[in-house]
């Protein structure tokens, strides 16, 4: 069974750098895409980007500029740095696979649990 | 970017009842790339259908995705208790992937 598992400061202070790492278990690092999500407090869901194991990544636009995904294969883990964060970026942010099946790609299972994030002077 | 406009935004209904969610899309999704998701208060989503019309290991029959182009819809044939939460649509057949805003399933 696929697990994932979000870790990180849950507060951080406008025009820092958020980082938050993702643990997986129960599958390698190695054979899937990666993804990024977050819902904003009373909101929708928005795809913060996706990396494979090789290093390739796509952002959203809305977000390219400030986001780096990447990956630690060693520890089977992958990582987020959202940089100059503000209020807008407070949210509940999970890790998920990014699935693939029969040649198509582009579905999340499992998501983590989500972790909250607070940006607050 | 495709926007995905669901409808209703709420939908009240009783157990035992038949849902029907819409996901409508603002230009046509390539090869039926539509995903559905059910999301309950402090879980995590849980991945419903792919592929438009074919349901993730484990998920009920009585969840069933439709549609194509720019219209998709999700109906659960009897609303069983555990039912009632918020669904999303998304779309990944061109980037950005985007999600719809949500319809809340609701006891009546």
């Known amino acids: 069974q696929v697990q994932l598992q979000e870790s990180g400061p849950g507060l951080g202070k406008p025009s820092e750098t958020l980082s938050l790492t993702c643990t997986v278990s129960g599958a390698s690092i190695s054979a899937n895409y990666w993804s990024w999500i977050r819902q904003p407090p009373g909101k929708g869901l928005e795809w913060i980007g996706y990396i494979f194991y090789s290093g390739s990544t796509n952002y959203n636009p809305s977000l390219r500029s400030r986001v780096t995904m990447s990956v630690d294969t060693s520890r089977n883990q992958f990582s987020l740095k959202l940089s100059s964060v503000t209020a807008a970026d407070t949210a509940v942010y999970y890790c998920v696979r990014r699935d693939c099946s029969g040649g198509s790609c582009g579905w999340f299972d499992p998501w983590g649990q989500g972790t909250l994030v607070t940006v607050s002077s | 970017e495709i926007v995905l406009t669901q409808s209703p935004g709420t939908l009240s209904l009783s157990p035992g009842e038949r849902a029907t969610l819409s996901c409508r899309a603002s230009?046509?999704?390539?090869?039926?790339?539509l995903a559905w998701y059910q999301h309950k208060p402090g879980q995590a989503p849980r991945l419903l259908i792919y592929g438009a019309s074919s349901r993730a290991t484990g998920i009920p029959d009585r969840f069933s995705g439709s549609g194509s182009g720019t219209d998709f819809t999700l109906t659960i044939s009897r609303l069983e208790p555990e039912d009632f939460a918020v669904y999303y649509c998304q779309q990944y057949g061109s980037s950005p992937e985007t999600f719809g805003q949500g319809t809340k399933v609701e006891i009546k």
């Open positions: 230009q046509s999704v390539s090869s039926s790339y």
